[in-house]
């Protein structure tokens, strides 16, 4: 989108209820009624459903259902817009894997590539990600920051924070929370998972990718036979379309602010946010670590995102791994 059109397009979204008249563009942007009319022309032609009126204006009525950068733009808190590059893909292998290609032919902080459907997503520990064409939010984020690679380790803890936030959001009513280290669960199911890669010396970082995928208006039937008792959508979840873009544009806005605290105030502002949102701390989990698993107690998360449990009197230190949480289940 050229930036004027994008512009105008920011104007009718901020307006859903009213039409915006062509005198009050042109006075906003300083450009004449038929620039402004070849640029409605041209929003149509991608799909936004625009309605003009005579003396009223025009009015947007339904906008196309991509992750565009177009469409995510004005949900994008100003600045962040400049600094984010969106590549945007109808179908793709994985954007992880596209991310890892544009960071190591120098693409820049701020990268972002979104598929409507992947078809080989990636999933953590060579898992694979189901991902529904066009009923998802697919996308990574390529960052460079200059911390050392422990202190990358808390960035999935950030993501999932950011998450959650999206989700308060744009779904207040639905209750959802983070299982360590960063699965965002609704009713004990996965609602988003992410995938943080990266490329680094041992004490340097070169670049941070993280994959992020959430379900979000999936069906029953979209997810596999296999994942339907596992997988929750937003919509599953309170039966309501979401708002694709404004899903996207909320959760990026969420993760840069948080991303930057981290940088700027370290890692006590994000363990804050995650432990108030955490289904684990206080209770009785079982740990999957490489080499074996046990029932323990999760007590808290250290600022490198370990996960801290007391197993007898022993309390030990989790960095890597993944818990089962229990319910109404009786201690073995
Ligand atoms: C997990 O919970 O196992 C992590 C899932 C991560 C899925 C997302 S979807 C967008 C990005 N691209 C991928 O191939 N995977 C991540």
């Known amino acids: ?48 459903d625009i309605e003009s ?13 991509l992750l565009t950068a177009g469409s995510i733009a004005p949900y994008l808190e100003e600045g962040l817009k400049e600094h984010l590059k969106i590549h945007h893909f109808h179908e793709i292998d994985s954007t992880n ?27 953590r520990k060579g898992r694979g990600w189901q991902s529904a064409a066009g009923k998802g939010m697919w996308l990574t984020l390529l960052i460079r920051p200059s911390i050392l690679p422990r202190q990358a380790t808390l960035l999935p803890l950030l993501t999932a924070v950011a998450v959650v936030e999206a989700v308060e959001q744009i779904a207040p009513e639905v209750n959802c929370g983070i299982k360590w280290p960063n699965d965002v669960l609704v009713d004990n199911k996965k609602l988003a998972g992410i995938l943080t890669e990266m490329n680094a010396e041992l004490d340097l970082v ?47 806005n969420s ?29 009785e989990v079982l740990i999957h670590e490489y080499n074996g698993s046990f029932y323990a107690t999760a007590l808290d998360i250290d600022e490198e995102g370990a996960l801290l449990v007391r197993q007898q009197q022993q309390v030990r230190r989790v960095l890597a791994g993944d818990v089962t949480l229990r319910f109404g289940e009786e201690k073995k």
């Open 97 to 123: 894997i596209q991310a890892r290609k544009l960071a190591s032919t120098g693409a820049p902080e701020g990268t972002v590539v979104i598929a409507e459907s992947q078809w080989a997503g990636k999933g």
């Open 255 to 283: 993760f840069w602010r948080l991303y930057q605290s981290y940088l700027q105030a370290g890692a006590e502002p994000i363990l804050l946010a995650w432990r108030r949102k955490s289904l684990v701390l206080g209770r």
């Open 206 to 252: 070169h670049f941070v990718l993280i994959g992020v995928g959430v379900n979000l208006n999936q069906e029953e039937e979209d997810f596999d036979q296999d994942l339907r008792h596992t997988a929750i959508s937003l919509k599953l979840a309170n039966g309501k379309q979401v708002n694709r873009s404004q899903f996207t544009g909320v959760f990026l």
């Open 53 to 65: 009126r005579t003396r009223q204006g025009y009015r947007l009525l339904q906008q196309p259902d």
């Open 1 to 48: 989108l050229t930036a004027m059109k994008e512009k105008i397009l920011a104007m009718l979204v901020a307006n859903p209820e009213k039409a915006v008249s062509g005198e009050e563009i042109s006075r906003r942007l300083g450009i004449s009624r038929t620039a402004i009319w070849k640029h409605i022309q041209a929003l149509r032609a991608e799909g936004y």
